[in-house]
């Protein structure tokens, strides 16, 4: 395939992407029917075929690159500031707690579908497997944080596993009972997870 051809794809390609999410937020996941994304783009649905086995393909693809991308924001975020500054820590731990509540604002349905499970998904499109991918970020954080002059009190994966798990579930309760704001939420997600930091790291040696 030639450089051009090859730009042509992937344009096409995001165009049908572009379509999808804004559908699926629309119209939600089941009530989203290919026909309707291969009308939005103006496209027919052989185009379609080319680039996405089905709805289910598309929509796995598009999650998968959703929490990709997120991710690696907030893993940019947290190497922003100096996390032995207690100050500069809250305010790193707020701005990814925004920055999340902000992918999950904006796709309520597909954060819902992540985290119950999407019937005859493949197995990397679950909340497990995405936990246990941020979780492993935590821990290199917490690798470089002890050469800045940070101690870990227990092994740090404990604190990656608590900060993602209660995470998870609180993003769950907001979206489903909603008895709480955005901002209630994120409030208290920064709280609890600078009381389970403070129990888990301390800056220097020594006993806790």
């Known amino acids: 395939m030639s450089r051009r051809a090859d730009k042509r794809r992937q344009a096409t390609r995001a165009k049908i992407v572009d379509a999808a999410r804004r559908l699926f937020g629309q119209l939600g996941y089941h009530n989203t029917q290919v026909m309707d994304i291969v ?44 996390i032995l500054d207690e100050t500069e820590r809250r305010r790193g731990l707020r701005d990814s707690f925004e920055e999340f509540f902000d992918h999950v604002d904006e796709n309520p349905q597909q954060m819902l579908m992540l985290l119950r ?11 497990w497997s995405y936990s246990l991918s941020v979780g492993r ?12 002059g940070l101690a870990a009190n227990h092994e740090p994966m404990f604190f990656a596993h608590g900060v993602v798990g209660m ?26 997870t600078t009381a389970m930091f403070n129990v888990c790291f301390q800056v220097g040696g020594g006993e806790p």
């Open 39 to 82: 009308h939005a783009v103006g496209m027919s649905a052989g185009t379609f075929y080319n680039h996405f086995k089905d709805k289910q393909d598309l929509f796995e693809q598009l999650t998968t690159e959703n929490v990709e991308n997120l991710r690696q924001k907030l893993r940019l975020l947290r190497e922003s500031f100096n």
């Open 117 to 127: 499970g999407h019937p005859g998904s493949e197995p990397h499109l679950d909340a």
């Open 137 to 148: 970020d935590l821990v290199e954080d917490a690798e470089r944080w002890a050469e800045q």
């Open 167 to 192: 995470s998870m579930q609180v993003v769950q309760s907001y979206l489903v009972e909603q008895k709480f704001s955005r901002e209630e939420t994120i409030e208290a997600l920064v709280a609890m």
